[in-house]
């Protein structure tokens, strides 16, 4: 989804509900129609009255002055209701586009960005939106219409009135407008504040226990002492500007109920008019502040919106995974996978894997060696298309990786790491991921081929137990990543020193489970042990990403001049390391 301009954020999103805003645009209109007639009423009340009048007509005035007041409230409650549901309707689709965008992000852009910073753009700018989609457009009409009523109303009592406040109008517009612009900085910069505040916290909690590890968490508090005064020096600016130019704009009005009130006492002594006009110049002018305010503030709000359409904009225009691909059904048996020519860097310039090319074929067992960092698990992120190859291609079944669709790709090929990615919820949640297939039974089989039966019957409330990473340890959480994938079944197996963290003793029962699991799927071992690799078909070894030497396991053990060779006389273990 690639969103260029306001405008079609505008389209994309407001537009829809154009019946919703043609309501509200109606409630409105009337209800500021409905305002301005009312100060009529007790003029004529009031004139009515002085002139010693029918008390059936004061009665008559009073009536409508108070079936007017009914609608007036009515039409305030209509429009608030609908406006806020085309706010919410709108900016709801938004805020889920938004986030279904960031989880489609490359993981090489979600690195770019701090978890805080990206809530903050999904809940605050868009918060500040929806006032734009569904208020903008709408008030400034109501208020030009009030504003240009109010001065009418006083032409016709008096052309000199009418000047007079004319004048006042502009003259209040433009103060308004010279004080606002002096705490709109102050603000962005509150905000800004605030965001990094929410990005530190959000950080520092994540990584809580590497903070209380390294013994950093006086230096944690000091820095996030820093940030809150600075965030308390920020606001605190910010709203002092704003109280001070509120004060100002304030006695501006005040000047404008004096000449009101000045105007028409000189007038009501001169004859010209009369004491219900005093009543109603007065009423009209405590009137003129509304719509001066709302239309001042709305301008002032497009342009905190503008900034936080160009902020969403900008995330939404991220790209995505850069080709998606049509192929949905992956390949029924275990496909041949074929790396070739790829060239890959994580940051521009610096290639991790130069020109690699090897081949598996279905069903066959690869063992990845090599030093640590030589780009082994760089291999398996470009298999499951976590990052994108900048040369060369991958083929599997002989079609390029990108023409098969992501949701495929990642439900055929296991990508099975040291780190445990749980989900907020329970260990059958955890397990089977919502795959519906999977049976409560086969979890439990699965536990047992796996070693970890011990472990799960310690769960208080079996498969329903809520799952939490902290309380696992590491051979634990490798065997429940195991789990997942042998429930699973998918074709690809990428084992990325997914033993590691278990003693021999188990590695050896779970690698005898999941020699079953292996038979008839391509699969990838990268490992250190010697003891994984004899479930290998044939082995690959990497130096500084590129081949150093590939070919069957049985061979390369006898070829005596092989790396393999070389590696087993010396110890392999040490060598890897
Ligand atoms: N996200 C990343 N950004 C930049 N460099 C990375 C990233 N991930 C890994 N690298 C670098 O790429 C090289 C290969 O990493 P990797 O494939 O993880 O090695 P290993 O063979 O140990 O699995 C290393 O030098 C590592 O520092
Ligand atoms: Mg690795």
Redesign the pocket.
Same mark, same amino acid.
């Given at each position: 989804m690639l969103i260029q301009k306001p405008i079609h954020l505008f389209q994309k999103y407001a537009l829809p509900y154009w019946k919703s805003l043609s309501f509200l645009a109606f409630f409105v209109i009337a209800h500021s129609i409905l305002s301005l007639i009312n100060p009529h009423i007790v003029k004529f009340f009031i004139d009515t009255a002085v002139g010693g009048g029918a008390f059936s007509k004061l009665l008559q005035a009073a009536v409508l002055f108070f079936t007017i007041a009914l609608f007036t409230q009515l039409f305030t409650i209509c429009s608030t209701f609908v406006g806020k549901k085309v706010s919410w309707k709108s900016t709801n689709i938004l805020r889920t586009d938004l986030v279904s965008h960031c989880l489609k992000l490359k &993981?090489?852009d979600h690195?770019k960005q701090n978890p805080g910073d990206l809530t903050e753009r999904i809940d605050g700018d868009v918060t500040a939106l929806s006032n734009f989609f569904s208020n903008f457009f709408v008030t400034i009409l109501n208020n030009v219409l009030i504003l240009l009523g109010i001065l009418i109303v006083f032409y016709v009592e008096d052309w000199k009135i009418g000047v007079l406040f004319t004048a006042f109008t502009f003259a209040v517009f433009l103060i308004i407008n010279k004080f606002r612009g002096y705490a709109a900085p102050h603000f962005m910069k509150a905000r800004k504040i605030a965001e990094e505040t929410y990005g530190f916290t959000e950080e520092k909690i994540n990584g809580l226990i590497s903070i209380q590890k390294s013994g950093a968490t006086a230096h944690m508090m000091n820095k996030l002492n820093v940030l809150l005064k600075n965030k308390l020096l920020t606001e605190r600016k910010a709203l002092m500007t704003a109280t001070a130019s509120h004060s100002i704009t304030m006695l501006t009005f005040s000047l404008g109920t004096v000449l009101a009130l000045g105007m028409g006492t000189y007038l009501f002594m001169k004859g010209t008019i009369t004491i219900g006009s005093i009543y109603l110049i007065y009423t009209y002018s405590q009137m003129l502040r509304v719509p001066i305010e709302q239309i001042s503030l709305q301008f002032e709000d497009l342009q905190r919106s503008s900034a936080s359409m160009e902020r969403i904009i900008s995330l939404l225009s991220t790209k995505t995974e850069t080709t998606k691909g049509e192929k949905s059904n992956f390949c029924h048996q275990a496909p041949t996978i074929e790396f070739k020519n790829i060239t890959f860097a994580?940051?521009q310039n610096?290639n991790?894997l130069h020109n690699l090319s090897f081949k598996v074929k279905s069903g066959e067992v690869l063992a990845i060696i090599? $030093?640590? @960092?030589? @780009?082994?698990?760089? &291999?398996? $992120?470009l298999l499951t298309r976590l990052?994108e190859h900048q040369q060369g291609d991958i083929f599997i079944n002989g079609n390029k990786i990108q023409s098969y669709s992501i949701a495929s790709i990642r439900n055929n090929v296991a990508y099975v790491t040291q780190e445990l990615e749980l989900i907020h919820g329970t260990i059958r949640e955890n397990i089977a991921l919502w795959d519906e297939k999977i049976t409560d039974e086969q979890i439990k089989t699965a536990f047992k081929q796996l070693t970890i039966w011990e472990w799960f019957e310690r769960q208080p409330k079996g498969l329903d137990t809520p799952l939490d990473k902290n309380t696992l340890s590491a051979g634990e959480a490798q065997l429940i990543g195991l789990t997942r994938v042998f429930l699973k079944k998918p074709q690809v197996i990428i084992l990325?020193?997914a033993t590691a963290n278990l003693d021999i003793a188990t590695e050896k029962l779970v690698m005898e489970a999941l020699k079953k699991l292996l038979n008839g799927r391509t699969a990838f071992i990268?490992a250190h042990r010697l003891k994984t690799l004899y479930y290998a078909d044939s082995i690959m070894m990497?130096e500084e @990403?590129k081949l150093l030497e590939q070919g069957l396991r049985e061979n390369l053990e006898k070829n005596p001049l092989s790396h393999y060779n070389q590696l087993l006389s010396k110890g392999m273990e040490e060598q890897l390391a």
């Open positions: &993981i090489q690195h994580y940051e610096q991790i090599g $030093r640590t @960092g030589c @780009g082994k698990s760089t &291999i398996a $992120r990052f990325d020193e990268i990497l @990403g």
